[in-house]
């Protein structure tokens, strides 16, 4: 059934080229999570009302589930390094907007329209998996090429790594020193990694590489362009123009091919499957923040919600780590089925929390099956998409974590204010059986979208 591998991320670090843009793309991260709670502790620090500081918080959640894919649609049309400079721009001009605004303390709509620019913040979880998908299935590392499912996880770690401690930084320098410090410290590290990313040009992969197979769009130009050759030179100057019009007919196809045309949402039934599972995955992880720091502040212990977020991230991170050296030989369809089922049934115990032992319980129990059901979400986009399109269609999952990120906390919130703490535990087991459901429901769809395995790169000539 499954089998161990304790040596699989020696092959991942011993990947020099990738440090780069692993490197920009974490610090890129450490901007995107600390994006929400930053906002919110800078604005209310500032003397501004939870109310607007929640608002602008649900404007950047808003903005970069509308926005955020369509940047990354013109990613794998036009290649990393042409969109992320002038999508990163815009993002950080909203970042200036609101950071000057509270400054000067200054009404609130300029708030509202720098939150909305925040949300051309370009996704660096998708980048560097593209990156990483490009580097392996075009056989560019040979013999050296990691498993893509140990990429996945490994890469699921640093996502992690970035939301257990950017919000933590951001809280500590905005209480320190002052209330802009922590966003001013997350748009610098957003600007260097956007440099980084932008001149680490050899692992950028350029549109459409995969279209006729890992690294054979270039070759099939060159051999339709070499034929077009030798027919013109058998025929003689007679066949100069169908040597022209061939060349530029295998041009043309290879140009239309490494355009995406329609938004993925709209084209594949896979994408649209994991986006209500993420949608319902943030749904029910926003509540459950929202009702922690509620029951918390309950409890009289506020700093005991930081404890929990920062334990459950610390365990999912492991259990991320430990997951990516298991070899499953089920289907990813039936893998998928499997961990919804694990994360719905985890942390749909949370309506038998009643203290701060049973939440800390819930909470550690949730975070071991949560990480690998990324992976094996994942797993199932890279192998239900085109690779040259997997930045859009991971994006595409993000944002509907985004979308349900921004319902949950409003839910949990309503219900804290009207029925109590405890009525909003209750209500998110109702949204954790929402993931499982999905999943058992559109597993012949998912299976239907799978697309053959490609072969290994252990296994190819080279």
Known sequence: MAKVS??????????????????????????GSMLNIGVVTMITLSGY?????????????????????????????????????????????????????????GPVWPLFVGALLVGFFPSPQ????????????????????????????????????????????????????????????GGVAFAVGVVLLCTAKSTEPHPGWSQAGAAGNDADIVDVADAADAVADVAGDGAAASKGALAEGAAAVASAA?????????TSAAVRVLFVIYAFAGSFLGLFDTATVSLSEDLNSPDFAGAVLMASGAVSMTAGFLFGMVRLRAPLPKQLVVAACAVGLSFGTMFLIDSAP??????????????????????????????????????????GYTCGAAFGPTV??????TFGTMASFKVGTLLCL???????????????SILPAYTVV???EM
Not at 62 to 90: C, H, M, N, W, Y
Not at 261 to 266: E, G, H, I, Q, V
């Open 6 to 31: 304790p040596g699989v991320y020696k092959k991942v670090l011993r990947v020099r080229e990738a440090y780069p843009f692993d490197i920009a793309c974490l610090l890129m991260r450490f901007f």
């Open 126 to 185: 998708a980048m560097a998996r593209a990156r990483w998908t490009y580097l392996i299935r075009s056989g560019r590392l040979g013999e050296a090429a990691p498993d893509l499912r140990t990429m996945f996880s490994y890469e699921s770690v640093l996502d992690d790594m970035a939301f257990i401690f950017s919000p933590s930084i951001s809280i500590a320098l905005a209480a320190a020193i002052a209330p802009v410090a922590g966003m001013v410290c």
């Open 258 to 266: 490494s355009v995406p045309s329609k938004s993925l949402l709209a």
């Open 434 to 448: 929402g993931m499982p459901l999905t999943a058992i429901f559109c597993y012949r769809v998912v299976k239907a």
């Open 458 to 460: 252990e296994e190819r």
């Open 358 to 399: 049973t939440l800390m319980a819930v909470a550690l129990l949730g975070a071991c099956t949560y990480a690998p059901l990324l992976i094996v979400a994942n797993g199932v986009c890279e192998r239900a998409v085109p690779d040259a399109r997997l930045t859009e269609a991971i994006t595409w999952l993000n944002a």
């Open 49 to 105: 009302s939870f109310l607007t500081a929640g608002l602008s918080s649900s404007l950047i959640a808003l903005s970069i589930f509308v926005v955020t894919p369509r940047v990354s649609k013109r990613i794998d049309e036009r290649g990393q390094s042409a969109v992320v400079p002038k999508a990163a721009a815009v993002s950080l001009l909203g970042l200036v907007v609101l950071i000057a605004n509270v400054a000067l303390h």
């Open 412 to 417: 949990a919130g309503a219900l804290i204010d």
